[in-house]
């Protein structure tokens, strides 16, 4: 049986965490964008946060959420917007800091 396609807004929400690897502790300080379809913003959040420990992320820290009503045309957003929109999970992934090597005067 198909799962069924989830009703509601798509929200996107942003945030930070870090992401293990079999077992171990690899890139703590990644960003991510999630983009979902849902009722509310409550359930917003809860299937974001469940979509990222679905991908082994940890200490998820969520920095800001909101409704985006039509899709963006700014890649990879609008691809993630439109996984949301046909009931799938949009996940944006990127650094935190500055990567390895970069900064250093």
Do not use: C
Not at 1 to 23: Q, T, V, W, Y
Not at 66 to 71: I, L, T
């Amino acid at each position: 049986m198909a799962r069924k396609k989830p009703e509601g807004p798509i929200f996107m929400l942003l945030g930070s965490g870090g992401h293990r690897e079999d077992g171990t502790e690899v890139n703590p300080d990644r960003g991510y964008i999630v983009f979902v379809r849902a009722p509310d913003l409550d359930a917003a959040q809860a299937e974001a946060i469940a979509a990222l420990k679905d991908r082994n992320w940890h200490g998820v820290e969520l920095l800001r959420a909101g409704e985006v009503a039509e899709r963006p045309a700014q890649e990879p957003h609008g691809t993630a917007w439109l996984e949301a929109s046909e009931g799938r999970r949009g996940i944006i992934v990127y650094q935190v800091g500055p990567e390895p090597g970069q900064g250093e005067g």
